[in-house]
């Protein structure tokens, strides 16, 4: 084709986007016709050539292709027929893939139609034929040159940009589905460049394209998504495999996010998680101490966006294959030459009071001087065979122990053990009698009465009820309270029927009934004084005389007195007076009852003895027949009630209760009640009405089916030896299901030089563990036990604080009698100053005996304890650091008795 003149003045005045819809057609500024092929379907176009009237100047700016076809030309001298001439150039690419790319070159954006994403591989394709994204490298390196002054750059010189850096093809790239980012990958064009097929894409745009999607969509590059094959081959691209290789030489050059395993060992959880290669790891420390103190769900992918907002939560300390990881440590500096990309890497995280704990109890334990070590070695032996034996007895669910019944006497756990006994009382207030309860907290932190001491020679104390036990359930309708610990007093809890709160009850004394008593010498064994015109007995001693006569009750008055010499008997006050002063004996004394009332709650009276009788005006009446033993109306006394007649609503009169004296201000109106006084009448604690009783017909059913039962649980079978609330922990945090995880910890120091297979007796938890010789890689800077096949058993004996706060108090004020007590309350004393939130506690003992792995560890015969307990955040922390330092050559000697 011959020369033409080009309108150059028409390219310089108009702009790139405005000449971009003139290459549709022909016009004499286009010096570039570029040929492609009409896209399948088109029903126009269909088998024909598509042509685009394009500028040379305008793709030099944009294309390596043209701009080193300029370049060349200006090295040979034929710029000046370069320019003169109107050039073809060919594309084996759809019409619509091929406008797309120039829409790009000319404008510098891209419009995504729907038929975008099944073609956008062929796009991609023709952004590398072209040199596109780069001649955007070129330019950017020429940027950079200028910026540090070596390179000048006109005004005019573009900036290059990748086409990835566009914003509507990132907006597009960031909200495709996982299925299509998969169809990507796994296409001929992209997997050909993988494997490095010829015809492939190029390198510079493939590399590209896949390190924005990472960026972008990084959940979808995991190992779960893409499978281990794809994921090796994405960690491969751009590194040199040498046949038989199992991993990649050097540093994968795209940032897949890798499985790591983040175990916490101050909470026990283990983390799974996919981190970017160069991330660093304390960012996700950092992500997931500050999420597990807010609470909040743990992401399955964590990165920079993790910490971006920054946190003031101070960093744990990390470990990796027996080492503590420097500050910035990415996961593929990790990343051994023997591990595939697709391994995890699996950390550990300690936090800094945790490092406390254990350091400061394994230092107390090589200090602790010999008898110290021996007595504690001792209490611990007796307390794993107490758990052995208390594991082979049999366990009696439906354990019935009725208060007072034959042949249940046994003490517990002499012959069965028990989930839980049933007490049966006579009434309330037997309860009360035999047991003291205070209100504690269990293990979830549940409020629950507990029995803080058994009344001895009781039928509660005889059923085998002892301190620690809790009330488990109660007779339907019965209300049990009692003060917390240290709060009040003990005997302040309170035993009573909900329906006969807010009711009391009138009794009457009976004052025409007298009794006469014969005291054969002084003393007589009771003290009296003078209320207004009576002497009244005020405190009978049980160690006296009066103590045989069970008639008589504190509140009586002395009617008359007459000695063996007397002709009358004294009945006057002053008479009475003098003698009782005297030396007088012995002597006959008449005793009998002030007429009056007494009102107290229907929940004291309950529990007597009632029964109706004839009254001398033909009626009936309710009278107290018997006051069983222990209850409160045997030795507590009741008030002077005044009574007042008061007119109703309806018209009618009322007994109304008019007044109560005080028991401070009143003394002199305190006195027992006995048998034979008489019921009469209940009283509306509110309105302070008094309703008449003739018969038991009209009591509540309280009054006369008064029985309780009570359903006691037995502390922990060890909570003899142990103080601690529970005696179970986690020993392992990870417990996963993913089956990755079981084998990278498997790898991992100090596990790798262990042999571990966890037990339980009697509910003791514990943890049997042998060192194996030679179980870590030779460039291990952890080194085994000398001692080949060293046997060690971990025992779990619990967490504190203590939910319990009786169990708190056995530590606090334990005594050198209780060596595994005052174990405790020392190393608690020694570790205040670290202000822990939680504490685990570990006994470790050796086995002299190398015994096999399978067998019990409760029969070890020869054994040799640590000389202290261990102390640390969880058992797993403590279970970690111990297999460190069992495994150290430094401290290949603990300190045993």
Known sequence: RAPRPRNDLIVCAMSREQLFPRILVEHDASDVTIVCRARPGH???????????????????????????????????ARAQWSACARRFELSADDDVVFEVLRYIYCGAVYFSLGFRERFLQFLSMIDFLGIEDMAERQLKDSAAAEFGHKKLSQDSPVGQSIFSEPGMQHWLQHLQTEDVLAFLRDDIISGAL????????????YSFLAKLIDLRAQDFTVEVLGEKLYCQLAAFGHHRTPGHRGCTGRSMLQLPGPLVYVDLSKSQMHPMNLPGVEPISTAAAHFSEASQEGSNNPRITGRDAAAEGSTTRLPRLWHRGQILPEGVCRETLLQDWQQPQDPVVIFGESEQGNLLFETSLRRAHSRNAAERSNLAKALEVLVQSARSIEQLPV?????????????????????????????????????????????????QEPVIMVSRVVRETDAANAGVGVGWTLHDISPGLKVSAPFLGRVPPGGATVQWESLSGISVLLTSPSEHTISLRFEERPFGFAWRQEKEHIVITHINRQGQS?????????????????????????????????????????????????????MPANQVVGTHLEERELMDGGTGVFISEIPPGH????????????????????????????????????????????????????????????????VAHLPPRFLDHSVTLYLKPPPPLNEYLPLDSFRGILCPWNAREDYVSRSISIEPPWSGLSMEPFDIGGLQGMRFRLRQAALPHDSPVQTCPERGEVWDAFVLGHYPVSSRWADLRIRSAHP??????????????????????????ALRRCLQQESMQEDAADAEQSAWLGGVLLGESVAQVLYRLGLYLLSTEHNRAPIS
């Open 43 to 77: 029903r126009e176009l269909s088998g024909t050539e598509v042509l685009f009237h394009c500028h040379s100047e305008i793709l030099g700016l944009r294309c390596s292709v043209f701009a080193d076809a300029v370049r060349f030309n200006i090295l040979i001298g």
């Open 396 to 444: 009696d669910d439906d354990a019935v122990m009725p208060v007072g019944s034959s042949g249940s006497s046994s003490p517990a756990g002499t012959s069965r053990r028990r989930q839980q006994t049933k007490l049966s009382f006579p009434n309330h207030h037997a309860v009360l009698f035999q047991l003291d309860l205070l209100q504690d907290f269990d293990d979830q």
């Open 817 to 842: 009698v209780e060596p595994i007590a005052w174990e405790l309350r020392q190393l608690l004393d020694t570790v205040a100053h670290i202000n822990p939130t939680r504490i685990s506690v570990v």
């Open 632 to 695: 409160p109306l045997r030795y507590e006394s009741v008030s002077r009630t005044h009574l007042e007649e008061r007119e109703l609503m309806d018209g009618g009169t009322g007994v109304f209760i008019s007044k109560i004296p005080l028991l401070h201000a009143h003394a002199f109106c305190m006195e027992s009640v006995s048998p034979g006084w008489r019921l009469l009448g209940l009283v509306d604690d509110n309105s302070q009405r008094v309703y008449g009783v003739c018969s």
């Open 547 to 599: 103590s045989a006569f069970s008639q008589l009750y504190s509140g009586m008055i002395i009617k008359s007195f007459q000695g063996d010499s007397d002709k009358e008997p004294a009945n006057r006050l002053l008479q009475l007076m003098e003698a009782l002063r005297s030396s007088q004996a012995p002597a006959t004394l008449t005793f009998g009852w002030r007429p009056g009332y007494s009102c």
């Open 195 to 206: 494997n490095n097929r010829p015809g492939a894409m190029g390198f510079n745009i493939l």
